[in-house]
């Protein structure tokens, strides 16, 4: 498993795949997790998305031809990943506060 930062965008990507989503929903939903920091082009979405199912972190659960519409989910290593990165901004968070308390 990579110890590498995720990106926060695919952070986000990753975090709302725990339940499946197509395309559209993610972006949704990545812009209101994040207040609107982050907004999704298309072309970012699906790139990202790419690079996700190469690395075996979201598979495609599901493909409606009439609609064209994709769903995707986290896979249990996508999930594992998603799991180092949580713990990896807590150690951020947790040493950021002590060293300000001294």
Known sequence: ?????????VYYILLVLLEPKHGYGIMQEVE???KG??????GTLYGALTNLQKKGWIVL???VKE?????YLITERGKKALEAE???????VNNGHKHLKK
């Open 32 to 34: 209101e997790l994040s």
């Open 67 to 71: 609609r064209k519409k994709k769903e």
């Open 61 to 63: 659960v599901s493909e």
């Open 86 to 92: 949580i713990r990896r901004l807590e150690e951020l």
């Open 37 to 42: 920091r982050i907004k999704l082009a298309a």
């Open 1 to 9: 498993m990579s110890t590498q930062a995720l990106t926060e965008a």
